[in-house]
Each structure stands twice: as C-alpha cells, then as structure tokens.
C-alpha cells in the first residue's frame, strides 16, 4: 500500500462518524469514531479497540492488538459505494461487517439529541440533589440500597446481604436483574435463571429486558443511596448500567471472587487487580482480609484510593462452607468434579484447558465406569468458543461433547446454577482455575490443579494457595492423581486450613456492611 493512498484513508477515516453492525442487520452502534491515535471510541467492545490502515485494507483490532475484522479498500473514498465499506470477521468467516459513513446532517441530528439527552439527565440529577427537606423527610425513612444482578453463578457473594436487608426495618432494597452482555458482541440469556433463582429465595426482583436508559432513569427517580452491581466488568452490562452512570450513588463492590490475590493482571508480572479502573468510582470495596504490603504500594501508584477497601471477611467464603452437598448424577460410584475456565485463549488469563483435554476426560469417563463424573464449565465458556478463535475445538464440537457427556451413564453436565452443592458433595475435584483453585479449599477437598504453561503468573501470595492443591501439567498425570486421591487421604488438608482461615473469621460479613452503611447515613 503506497503512502499517498494510507494518507488519504487516514485523513478520510478520522472526520467521519461511522454505523457499525453486522451487513444488513441493525447497527451494533451509529457513533463510532475511529481516533488519529488508532483507538475506536463512541463503542465499548473488545473486538474493536483498535484500527490502523494496512495492506490496502481497515483494520479493526481487539484489546490485544489482533486483528478481527478487515475491510478492503477502494482506491479512495469517492469510489465507496453508499459511503460504505463491507469487510470480513475475522473470528467468524460467517459474518460480514458493515461500516457506513454517516451524513454530517444526521450526524448533527444525533448530536444534538444526545446532548439533549444529556441535559436532561444533569437536570434530573440537579433536581434529586436540591429536593426540598420536607420531600426528603417523607421519602427518606430507610437507607436505599440497589442491587444490579445478571449471573446466577456467583450470587452466594450477595445472597447473605440482600436477605439481611430484607429482614432490616431500616432498609429498603431493589433488585434488578438483566441479561448479561458479553461486551456488546452477544446478549447471554441469564435474567430468567437469575429471576427464578431469586424467587426461590423469596426475594422480589425487577427484570430489565430492555429500555435500560428508562429503567436508570427511574432509579435516579428512586434516589438509591448505595448501588452494589454482581461485578466489576463493564463490559458484563448494558452501557446504561457501566460505571460512568452509576457513581451518582455511592458504588459498593462485593467481589464475586474471595479475593484477587491469586495472581497478577494478565499481561502483567506485577502490580495487583485492585487497580481496575472501575475501582474509581467505588465508595467501598468489602475485602477479605487485609490488603498485603504490595497491594498498598501498587494501589499508591494508580489512582485508587486506600481508603475504600475494608475488609469484612468474605459472604461467599461462608457461603461455600456451609453449602448443601448435591449430587445431581444419580449414580453410587465415587465422584469427581470436573470444572473448566473460559480463558481458553492465548490473550487472557491462559489457564483454560478445555480444547486440550475434553476427548482425554470423555474416553477416562467412559473407561471409569465405576465413577460418577461431573462437568462444570465456566458460565463464559461457550461464548468464547463462539466467537473468539480457539485451537482444538469448534462450538459444533462443544456442544456435541455436552450432548454426549451428560448422557453417559456416570455422567452429567452441571450449568446455570451454583456449583457449590455438588463441591460439597464431591469426592476429588479436577479444576484448571480459576477461583476453583481457593474455593473448593475451603470445602476442604482433595485438588488437582491442572496448569497451563504460560500462564498469567501467581502471585506471591497465590503461590502459598497453590500449596493446598495438587498441582500437575499434563491430563495423564491428573488422572493419575485423581485415582490416587480416591483411595489415599489428602496430605493437603492442614495447608487448605491455613489458606482460608482469614476468610472465615467473620461469621456475618453482612452486617458489618450494613452498619457500614447505616453510619455513613448517620442513622
């Protein structure tokens, strides 16, 4: 590609605004913006974080600098047709993207509506902020407090506090419950599980199936005082829900994980995940134990503050020690828990070994018919495979094994609710991580942990959580330890103990967080 033509490209790509979608379907979004420093804004999305002009094409490039989607370019922009540019998906070569060229009239038009939008939104807030005494008095009897859920998987974190709050005459609680998004590539159909999940439990909930823009508003309306969203990763909600429209209240954050000592950020050798820029607009992170001597200093170089993290133990941790053991193979052999991570990929935390060792497990289950086997994946799994290029496996693949594992006479397949019971009730866990690595430890349960080379590294402190499990590297080797397991005592125990110990200290976490709040309401 010559240098006149990359120059006019740029030039042309950096004063537009864009459409952008799948061809011939309605627009992910109508207001991308590609940056003359190779960022894409106006669209929240890991595919496309990034673009350059190369090899007479536009290229669209993921949080990782890999290429997703590349578009051929014409000769220059006045030979596009309709303003258009059609390219291919990388991760899919089913799907076709479109990038349209917007009209600046229309573009204006948007403009303007957003900025209306915008005014409308300060002057609501404005409005919630000056209400007169009298009106806060007849409306502000009971602290407010907002809960924003989307995974059935990992609601122990909170169960424990939204029925405390329940029971508490001095609270008042709202639970929405949304679809979860994976960031703005596909909606994972969680509300329905999430909300017969939380019916069971005699907690009433209020489902978000679209609108979001007007179900916030009228939260803003409901004047919430704190607002605990299920976790820290924008890209798990509709953009109504992310942070930046969320700090308005004060922003507590419960972890989903015991604790984020495990190892480091991925791509990175040091520093802690405390630093997530989400952690901005937190009014407290509830922790379970004390933050160690290296997470002080790596939160000191960012912009966090110290002081919102106060550790209160841990309601998930007593959540997973106290939980019901649940088999759901029916089945008399000795059992064995299977879980696998979503990070299956070269991009992220690398730890995920399902593509490499699904046919291994199926024929060891197959050959083992004196065990019940059960699998677990991770909640994310079959996204990933579904639309991130992953070696060893298709999605047609995964499904099928699903398919034929849970119809294995000593098999099954668990998904779409807690894996806790049957933890509990295991006999031996195989687990590639991530948080299997420390929970299932505070069952007290024999390990095999199977780790990838390459992975994102541990931690000092997830280095002393490694001495509780039985760490391996290759299938055969698991299997082995697995079978060994089930017929020798667990030499592991005593370390498992002493890993978990500060988790466990507290009882009640929740009520130390809702003193928290009650004081910070000065009631």
């Given at each position: 590609?010559n ?7 740029e ?14 379907e ?5 207001d ?19 673009w ?5 094409q ?18 220059n922009?006045c030979?596009m ?7 291919d998906?990388?991760?899919d070569p089913?799907?076709q993207?479109?990038?349209?060229a ?18 409308d939104?300060h002057?609501?807030q ?9 009106k806060?008095?007849?409306t ?8 924003i ?46 909300t ?23 939260l803003?309306?409901w004047?919430a ?7 820290q ?7 109504a ?11 507590i954050?419960v ?18 995940m ?37 550790p ?5 941790a ?10 759901p ?6 059992r ?17 070994t ?14 083992h018919?004196?065990l ?17 290029p ?9 499904d ?16 779409h ?20 690595f420390?929970?299932m ?8 942990a199977?780790l990838?080379?390459?992975h994102?590294?541990?931690?000092p ?5 490694l001495?509780?499990l039985h760490?391996?590297?290759?299938i ?22 002493v ?23 000065r009631?």
């Open positions: 590609m240098e006149q033509k990359r120059h006019i490209w030039n042309y790509l950096t004063r537009q605004w864009f459409a952008f979608g799948k061809k011939d309605e627009p992910y979004t109508r991308m913006i590609l940056n003359s420093d190779g960022q894409i804004s106006n669209y929240a999305a890991h595919n496309e974080s990034f350059q002009v190369r090899d007479d536009l290229q669209f490039l993921d949080m990782n600098h890999e290429i997703t989607t590349r578009f051929p370019l014409p000769e922009p030979e047709v309709k303003f258009i540019l059609i390219g998906y990388v991760l089913s799907v993207h479109q990038l349209m917007r009209q600046l009239p229309e573009s204006l038009h948007d403009l303007k509506n957003g900025f209306g939008n915008q005014l939104a002057f609501d404005a409005s919630l902020t000056v209400t007169p005494l009298i806060k008095i007849k502000r009897s009971r602290v407010r407090v907002a809960f859920l989307n995974s059935v998987e990992t609601l122990p974190a909170l169960l424990p506090l939204m029925k405390a709050l329940q029971e508490d005459e001095a609270f008042e609680a709202k639970i929405l419950v949304m679809n979860k998004q994976y960031y703005d590539l596909n909606v994972l159909p969680t509300l329905d599980d999430v017969a999940f939380l019916q069971k439990q005699q907690l009433i909930c209020i489902p978000v199936e679209s609108n979001y823009e007007a179900a916030l508003k009228k803003r309306l004047q005082d704190f607002i605990i969203r299920q976790s990763w924008d890209g798990d909600y509709p953009s829900f992310q942070a930046d429209h969320l700090d308005w209240a004060r922003l954050h972890p989903y994980t015991i604790t984020e000592k495990m190892t480091y950020a991925p791509h990175h050798q040091k520093g802690t405390l630093t997530n820029d989400y952690y901005l607009h937190v009014w407290r992170y509830y922790t379970a134990e004390p933050l160690y001597p290296d997470e002080k200093e790596a939160v000191a170089a960012s912009f966090i503050s110290q002081d919102i993290f106060q209160v133990g841990s309601m998930k007593k959540m997973i020690e106290h939980a019901t053991p649940k088999w193979i029916n089945h008399p052999g000795k064995v828990l299977w879980t696998a991570h979503h990070s299956v990929t070269d991009t992220w935390f690398k730890f995920g399902f593509p490499r060792i699904y046919q291994a497990m199926l024929g060891w289950a197959r050959k018919q004196e019940s086997v059960l699998f677990n994946p991770h909640p994310l799994l079959r996204e990933i495979i579904a639309t991130e992953v070696s060893g496996v298709t999605l047609e693949q995964y099928q094994f699903l398919k034929t594992f849970a119809a294995l006479p000593n098999g099954g397949v668990l998904q609710q807690s894996q806790y019971g049957a933890s509990a009730a295991a006999d031996v866990i195989l687990t590639d991580g991530y948080s299997a420390y929970e430890q505070i069952q007290r349960k024999p390990i095999v199977l990838r080379k390459n994102t590294p541990f931690t402190e997830g280095e002393k959580i001495h509780g760490v391996v590297h290759d055969g080797h698991a299997q082995e330890e697995l079978l060994r397991l089930l017929s020798k005592p667990d030499d592991k125990r005593a370390q498992q103990i890993n978990t110990q500060n988790w466990l200290i507290n009882e009640h976490p929740e009520q130390t967080i809702l003193q928290a709040m009650l004081k910070e309401m009631i």
